[in-house]
């Protein structure tokens, strides 16, 4: 990947193509970010924040948390996210009440 919507702009990736900074818009600049030898994102900071990722794999298919976020896998792959106290159900089925 070398840019977005065909702009390059102040987007940067490392030798291997993990994005490494990002402005999309000023309101969500994106730097520092690092990556583990499985390239999975460990940290990114957005207007300053750092945000700490983590995961229960050897890829990003499970990931656990970000940043003050939880996520909650199932046998189907990702069925909730808890923030700040707040819980959020996915259905996996359109039809599913």
């Known amino acids: ?21 990002a402005d999309s818009t000023p309101d969500y600049t994106r730097t520092g970010e690092t990556w583990t030898d499985h390239s999975q994102m460990s940290a990114i900071t957005v207007n300053g924040k750092t945000y700490a990722g983590k995961y229960g794999s050897t890829d990003q298919s499970e990931r656990l948390q970000l940043g003050d976020t939880a996520f909650h896998n199932g046998p189907l792959g990702l069925s909730a996210k808890t923030t700040a106290g707040a819980d959020m159900g996915f259905n996996r089925e359109p039809g599913a009440p």
């Not at 840019?3 to 702009?9: A, D, E, I, L, N």
Request: aromatic share 10%; glycine share 14%.
């Open 1 to 21: 990947m070398t840019g977005k919507s065909s702009s390059t702009g102040l987007w940067s990736y490392d030798q291997i193509g993990n994005e490494t900074a």
